[in-house]
């Protein structure tokens, strides 16, 4: 069965629709109206080998605020209707990744639970024009509407590119993990309580 979602939201302030494919190569295709984001996305979906595919307009003319939020809900709810029941899947995932003097660590629980603890501290908030705090928003955005638990720690960096990278590519290996089937589960859910 091919896990894969298709999620559309459209706001007075966003126009997102984005298709996910959870078993793909890594190829995407993203236009978001926000450079920086298409980097990240694609970077995410890279090394997570996801396809995934981002059409998106928002106010950007106020800030990025709506759109970066607005694309973590949409990624999120994508998510989990791809992955549906949950049954079969190693649940939780980790990755350490390092981008020159950045180092992130990003911990999965596909728990249903939604959590997020994001301890991203950089001295310099902007890469180019972006503000680089707007990736809490995002993940809260994703975090919720998947039902994940989430733990991302920057543990060095000064970047704010570099560190905002490695959140990223972290992130894909960390969903990557925790999305995978693990056939010793027979399609159960990896859960004492027989549920998620």
């Known amino acids: 069965m091919e896990r894969t979602a298709t999620v559309e939201r459209k706001t007075r302030e966003t126009d ?3 298709t996910l494919k959870l078993d793909g190569s890594g190829e995407s295709s993203i236009d978001t109206g926000i450079p920086f984001m298409d980097h990240m996305l694609q970077l995410m979906a890279a090394h ?3 396809d995934l595919h981002v059409q998106a307009r928002g106010d950007t003319e106020i800030d990025d605020h ?7 809900i949409c990624l999120g709810s994508a998510l989990a209707q791809a992955l549906e029941s949950k049954e079969g899947i190693r649940r939780y995932g980790a990755a350490l990744v390092p981008m020159d003097e950045a180092l992130s660590r990003v ?3 596909v728990s249903n639970r939604p959590f997020l603890s994001y301890r991203v501290e950089a001295d ?9 705090g707007l990736i809490r928003e995002f993940l809260r955005g994703l975090t919720t509407r998947a039902g994940l638990t989430a733990h ?3 543990l060095r960096g000064d970047d704010a590119h570099h560190v905002a990278e490695s959140v990223f590519k972290a992130l894909g290996r960390a969903l990557d993990e925790a999305v995978s089937a693990d056939h010793r589960l027979r399609g159960a859910p990896l859960s004492t309580k027989g549920a998620l």
């Open 16 to 18: 997102i629709r984005l």
């Open 48 to 50: 997570g080998f996801f």
């Open 66 to 72: 709506h759109t970066v939020e607005d694309l973590g």
């Open 107 to 109: 911990v999965i629980d």
């Open 124 to 132: 310099v908030r902007r890469a180019g024009t972006f503000d680089v």
């Open 152 to 154: 991302v720690d920057l």
